[in-house]
């Protein structure tokens, strides 16, 4: 009988054995495979946390997500909802009872949804024309506000006669008097704004409390449920200062508004202290730079006596909520590549409670994460190294810890590359600059491997330790893969930041050629076969770089500008561009605007080059691709043109654009590869 049982051994090891070594690389597929946890939000007592669980299908290309809860120490793990739907926006009620959610569960139209934790019961609070924005709880837990798109209705300029019965004529005219008037994802802007809305928990008719003709955002409530607090840009100047926006105070009795904050610039996101008696808020000074930190600030409920508390942290605030005894503040900010949860006292020191935050972003290796608050001092956050994509993170003021492996059954039989961190001196000024090498999964140093660097874009955004499919892609088809936070990336500090004010692109170009040459060094790069991607800030650079070198076997431009001077009259941030990248408009100095505009040294391109954007591009127009693609053909340097059907700014929004993407540069660089030296 031993000897059985020992043949049994043996033979469940081998097989065990032989299971584990099937894995293989990842492949365009697998995005579908792929999930990841977001917008975690624990109950104010710390014992459970219903978070995001995103997913894809295959079958219909669409990303969906469902609603999941488990208990602080991991156990529990069950979901709330199911279905190929969106469910998001998940936001306990203060006696933890119960919780309301976005969801298009019923007829693809997002509603607001309530359900009692306990029981599961459901209840459409909302049938609205338009989705709510941000929702908050009130105190007692019976009243929600929120805000909402309002169209506005106005007699039309252009008065049509009326068409013969039968006639088919073409679409009515659109007539548009706004600077701002169409939005990168959503096309052109209908006439309206976002107003402010309360609505009894029960249910009933939203009530609607504001009125004007501006934009109310991020509501939430006074202590004792007769106000309101909101942030908003009610200046006159509002459409050339978007960035100039205040905190108000409303009284929902009779709709009079309190205006709390008054300095130029933005002040936003308020957060009410336990006792009610002061507000927290995000904002700072415009001094008209291209990148600015958000700083923390503590004022009265009243707007009085405004203070600066992160004065001392030289570095970007994103998120906050009060610690329970108000006596300081949870933040979220990014430090050299690695996002931070910390505590920030009134007296401004910073306590680290959690790191390695993120992982919301499944192409490329952003920064952007969340997290949440109980009142006991427990918190529940996006967590992500470069293994895997955001998990369930959670800590207290003394431990953390990861409870969620949403992508272990992918990844017990797929091989992803090794991340291996970076540092360099810029060839410019000697300026340290940080990046991440991946290498091809079963890496041999004493081989030659392709070298892909790839760029990220904003430009004041930055790269992390995070997981990147865009990037473990690469690593997968046989390449070592760059990525770098060169000057004007966030994290490491304001000053490293504007080194690009109204110097964009410039010597960043150097900062990341002195990346590439560290990699080299390390011996197992082939120098022959070098290659340079990046999109949007990233594709500027791609266009840039191949102005400037031929050092690069070919290049992909992703949705890049090219023409300063005619993106930002087209783009739909024209308000913004010119009053903070540039020293002044485009006709008053043209110069300037060719000056950092790939265009102008394509004289110089030598390198195959291909442009790729979306068809639905509103950030950087497709127009801009064009354009250079036009040049290129005309100086007879090699370059394609790849447009992405219905696609916008975020090219990866549907799975199936993200693969084409991929497959793109991948199929571009191996047509340019060099046979090994």
Do not use: C
């Not at 500090?493 to 050629?513: K, V």
């Amino acid at each position: 009988m031993k000897t059985y049982i020992s043949v049994i051994i043996v033979i469940l090891l081998y097989l065990q054995s032989s299971y584990a070594q099937v894995r293989s690389p990842l492949e365009l597929t697998d995005i579908f495979d792929l999930e990841y946890v977001s917008d975690p939000q624990i109950s104010p007592d710390g014992s459970r946390i219903v978070y995001v669980r995103n997913f894809k299908d295959i079958m219909t290309d669409q990303n969906h997500s469902n609603l999941w809860m488990v208990n602080f120490d991991g156990s529990d793990n069950k979901p709330l909802t199911t279905g190929n739907q969106s469910d998001t926006y998940p936001r306990w009620s203060h006696d933890g009872k119960k919780i309301i959610f976005k969801s298009d569960m019923d007829d693809e139209k997002t509603k607001l949804y309530l359900m009692w934790v306990d029981t599961r019961e459901l209840l459409a609070l909302t049938n609205t024309a338009e989705p709510p924005g941000a929702v908050a709880w009130s105190y007692d837990d019976q009243y929600l506000a929120f805000d909402m798109f309002v169209p506005e209705r106005k007699e039309p300029v252009i008065q049509m006669p009326e068409k013969p019965e039968g006639a088919e004529w073409n679409a009515p005219p659109v007539y548009i008097d706004k600077l701002k008037y169409r939005n990168d994802g959503k096309g052109y802007r209908k006439p309206g704004n976002r107003q402010l809305f309360v609505l009894p928990v029960e249910g009933g008719t939203p009530r609607q409390v504001t009125f004007s003709g501006f934009d109310h955002t991020s509501p939430i409530w006074s202590r004792d449920g007769a106000h309101l607090y909101f942030s908003a840009n009610f200046h006159k100047e509002n459409e050339m200062e978007p960035m100039n926006s205040e905190i108000y105070r409303i009284s929902i009795s009779d709709a009079t508004i309190n205006t709390l904050t008054s300095r130029y610039g933005p002040d936003r996101k308020p957060d009410l202290s336990p006792d009610g008696s002061k507000i927290a808020y995000l904002g700072y000074d415009d001094q008209k730079m291209s990148y600015q930190i958000s700083r923390l600030y503590i004022m009265n409920s009243d707007g009085s006596n405004p203070e600066l508390i992160s004065g001392n942290l030289d570095r970007n605030i994103e998120n906050i909520a009060w610690s329970d005894d108000g006596k300081g503040v949870y933040a979220q900010y990014t430090d050299q590549g690695n996002t931070r949860l910390a505590h920030i006292s009134l007296a401004g020191k910073v306590e680290v409670i959690a790191e390695n935050l993120g992982g919301l972003t499944l192409g490329r290796p952003y920064n952007m994460a969340s997290f949440s608050s109980s009142d006991n001092a427990r918190f529940a956050y996006s967590l992500s190294t470069t293994d895997h994509p955001s998990d369930l993170g959670v800590a207290d003021m003394k431990t953390a810890g990861r409870i969620t492996r949403v992508n272990d059954d992918l990844f017990s039989f797929k091989k992803l590359g090794d991340v291996e961190e970076i540092w360099w001196n810029s060839s410019y000024d000697e300026r340290e600059i940080q990046g991440w090498i991946v290498k091809p999964p079963d890496f041999d140093p004493e081989k030659k491997y392709p070298l892909i660097l790839e760029i990220h874009g904003g430009p004041h955004l930055s790269y992390g330790p995070v997981f990147s499919f865009e990037v473990q892609m690469f690593a997968a088809a046989g390449s070592v893969a760059l990525y770098a936070n060169p000057r004007g990336s966030t994290g490491y500090g304001e000053e490293f930041a504007q080194l690009i004010h109204h110097n964009y692109p410039n010597q960043d170009y150097f900062d990341l050629m002195s990346g590439v040459d560290a990699v080299i060094e390390k011996g197992y790069i082939d120098a022959h076969n070098l290659f340079v991607t990046g999109g949007s800030g990233g594709g500027v650079l791609t266009a840039w770089i191949v102005g400037k070198t031929d050092r690069f076997r070919a290049a992909v431009a992703a949705k890049p500008v090219i023409n300063w001077y005619s993106t930002v009259l087209y783009s739909d941030i024209a308000s913004s561009v010119p009053m903070y990248w540039f020293p002044a408009f485009p006709w008053e100095d043209p110069d300037h605007y060719l000056e950092r505009s790939p265009i102008t040294y394509v004289e110089n391109i030598s390198t195959p080059t291909m442009l790729l954007t979306g068809e639905e591009d509103l950030r950087t127009p497709m127009a801009d691709s064009e354009q250079f693609y036009a040049a290129l053909k005309m100086l007879d340097v090699e370059t394609a043109l790849v447009r992405i059907p219905g696609a916008s700014h975020n090219i990866s929004a549907r799975p199936s654009n993200l693969m084409a993407k991929i497959a793109a540069i991948l199929g571009w660089f191996e047509k340019y590869r060099h046979a090994p030296q």
